[in-house]
């Protein structure tokens, strides 16, 4: 399972998506109310000069009008200027050949933007054809500089900006609280479903473990009741069926007291693990090893198996001496029990980013369809021949929590025929 982000990249991630969403569109939406009001607002200009021209042209006592930024021209239909009201008559060219002129004489309304030689700027003409009696009398021009436009265009997009920063503003903060609370009911929704599907996994298991120990102390009792029973019927009287069925109660009355032993084991292991508990002392590695090897010595001496141990006599490690050493037990009687007569079973630690701890037999070694499953609890490749053999079906997983509460982790290779090695892998330093 990939691991979620932290909190906070998250609610930054969702907060820039969301913001750079709403400056494109606040940008898309400022470059349409631009072009918009552009031609809005030349379009009105245009009506005024047009509004202005018709009020010219009808007007004799132009010398007495104050036009202010509006420039008026009065044309004659040969081009000549007979009127103007920013220029002196004597120093105005013939203005026939003007393209706005030009539409006005062809008796068309003449709109043209261009440099004007006269003013030295860049103007917006308007010309007007007046006629009387059905001939063209004058042109009427009205103009006005385009930086005049340019201005209120210019104030209408700065205030434009500034209202389009406030919204990237505001609607960032808004954002950013609503990505937080986003990201707050995502994470509460994520967290209901990990513990549900915990639940879910601990309900499960709750199942297969009370299903396992039914079937692992069943099977012990039975026995033992069975056995107590033909000894009530009469079996008691012959002695020598009398001491065999005795002998039959008592294995499997510690074969009982083995599995209980090893669930009270597991579980204050797993208790500690849970609560960090675990009190860990730094010691040398050898002899706690060297202390497994000799409590498993008598049970390999009955099969005449070697135990080798190669470890570093200078090796420490911050542990649970007891732990481990149980730990390194139970793999070392595992590999025993497994092994043939005459054979070999080494424990190795080898020293890198980690301290593994290696047991190793030259079996029969296991399939590798049963080694994920090998840690589980009651987990048996065979269970005639393990319940034969004296095992519980706990002590891998007895191994697994003892190398988890001290930060590690364990590990199995095998090869059908060659032997198998078990591995705790603990940390130098217990993070």
Request: glycine share 6%; net charge positive.
């Amino acid at each position: 399972m990939v691991p979620n982000p932290p909190k906070k990249t998250r609610i930054w991630t969702i907060f820039f998506t969301q913001l750079i969403i709403i400056v494109v569109t606040i940008i898309a939406v400022i470059l349409m109310a631009n072009q918009s009001f552009k031609s809005f607002y030349i379009d009105r200009t245009t009506n005024e000069l047009r509004s202005v021209a018709q009020l010219i042209s009808h007007s004799t006592q132009l010398e007495s009008h104050s036009f202010g930024r509006l420039r008026i021209t009065i044309i004659a239909p040969n081009g000549v200027v007979t009127f103007d009201s920013a220029e002196f008559l004597e120093n105005m060219e013939n203005h026939l050949h003007r393209p706005e002129v030009q539409s006005a004489i062809n008796g068309q309304e003449g709109i043209q933007t261009r440099y004007s030689d006269t003013l030295k700027e860049t103007m917006l003409y308007l010309t007007a054809p007046v006629y009387q009696d059905g001939t063209l009398a004058k042109i009427v021009r009205v103009s006005v500089p385009i930086t005049d436009i340019h201005k209120v265009l210019n104030r209408f997009y700065f205030n434009l900006s500034i209202g389009g920063l406030l919204i990237v503003i505001l609607s960032g903060s808004v954002t950013f609280f609503m990505s937080r609370r986003m990201i707050d009911a995502l994470q509460r929704r994520h967290e209901n479903e990990v513990l549900v599907s915990k639940l879910k996994k601990l309900e499960k298991m709750r199942k297969e473990f009370v299903g396992n120990v039914s079937h692992e102390l069943r099977t012990p009792i039975t026995l033992i009741k069975g056995f107590i029973e033909t000894l009530q019927d009469g079996a008691s009287e012959n002695p020598a069926d009398s001491k065999k069925f005795l002998g039959i109660i008592h294995t499997h009355s510690e074969r009982l007291t083995g599995i209980i032993d090893d669930l009270l084991t597991l579980s204050k292991i797993e208790m500690e693990e849970d609560n960090t508990t675990l009190e860990l002392i730094e010691v040398k590695l050898k002899p706690v090893l060297a202390r497994a090897i000799q409590i498993c010595t008598p049970k390999a001496s009955e099969k005449n198996v070697s135990l080798h141990l190669t470890c570093s006599a200078d090796l420490k490690i911050r542990m649970a001496p007891p732990l481990i050493e149980q730990a390194v037990v139970n793999l070392i009687d595992n590999a025993i029990k497994f092994s043939p007569k005459n054979s070999t079973v080494s424990c190795i630690v080898a020293q890198e980013k980690s301290i593994t701890i290696e047991v190793k037999d030259t079996g029969a070694g296991i399939e590798s369809e049963h080694l994920p499953r090998l840690f589980q609890r009651f987990y048996r490749v065979d269970n005639a021949r393990s319940r034969n053999q004296g095992g519980t079906g706990l002590g891998l997983a007895i191994v697994k929590h003892i190398a988890q509460a001290h930060g590690g982790s364990v590990r199995v290779k095998s090869t059908v025929g060659l032997g198998s090695s078990f591995f705790i892998e603990l940390p130098l330093q217990r993070i």
